[in-house]
């Protein structure tokens, strides 16, 4: 059993659609990331955050501890938001544990 | 700034060689920490330095290893290459400790191993 689940593991959307991706966790964390990574492999950190929510632009994730349960929302998808979104989690014993991550196509 | 720099950016071993792979973090960043990514394991993570020290370490054989610099520069040393090391080995800086802090990732070295 994973640690991290994601869903969906593919997504592909019309641009300009809300756009949703799910993550539990079973493990006790830390904190939970956001990662995004595009063709190519270059990864970027989107949001680290261990309670409630935050807002970067069109990205809002959130997180519930008692669920065990984040998720992140793309608001007015855009063709360059297509990458594979991953997250991942800092568990209380300094290990980082990471979905398998979701793959988001956008098309114009 | 410059970002979290990685080299070599390819390499091809064969099966029982050794690699070393090398990370220059952000400046002022004193936490790197490292990962592999495979298509079959996804990303996983292989350990964590701070301050010259490894602070974390994950499930790899001890075939994996590496080490910091007063610098805060660090290396990755693979030995005895299998097969199944073939993956994208990509390294993250931090402020500090990667838990509790964003972490920054490099391009990644994409090892092949023959």
């Known amino acids: 059993k994973n640690e991290v689940e994601q869903s969906p593991q593919n997504l592909t959307a019309q641009e300009g659609e809300f756009i949703t991706i799910n993550c539990s966790y079973s493990v006790g964390i830390s904190a939970l990331h956001w990662l995004q990574q595009h063709p190519g492999g270059g990864i970027v950190s989107l949001f680290m955050?261990?309670?409630g929510k935050k807002k970067h632009g069109r990205l809002i994730a959130t997180i519930n501890i008692q669920e065990k349960h984040s998720s992140l929302h793309i608001t007015a998808s855009h063709p360059r938001d297509s990458a594979v979104y991953i997250c991942?989690?800092?568990?209380?014993?300094?290990?980082?544990?990471f979905g398998t991550g979701t793959s988001l196509t956008v098309i114009p | 700034k410059a970002g979290v720099t990685q080299t070599p950016r390819y390499l091809i071993k064969t099966r029982g060689q050794q690699v070393t792979l090398s990370c220059s973090p952000i400046s002022g960043h004193r936490s790197v920490s490292w990962y592999q990514q495979t298509p079959g394991q996804g990303l996983q993570f292989l350990f964590e330095y701070f301050s010259e020290t490894q602070r974390n370490k994950g499930n790899f054989p001890g075939r994996f290893s590496g080490r910091q610099f007063s610098n805060s520069r660090s290396e990755m040393n693979v030995s005895t290459l299998e097969l199944g090391d073939s993956a994208l080995y990509l390294c993250?800086?931090?402020?500090?400790?990667?838990?509790?802090?964003?972490?920054?990732f490099g391009p990644g070295t994409r090892l092949t191993v023959l």
């Open positions: 993250a800086s931090s402020l500090s400790q990667a838990v509790y802090n964003e972490q920054f």
């Open positions: 991942a989690v800092t568990h209380t014993g300094n290990q980082f544990y």
């Open positions: 955050l261990s309670s």
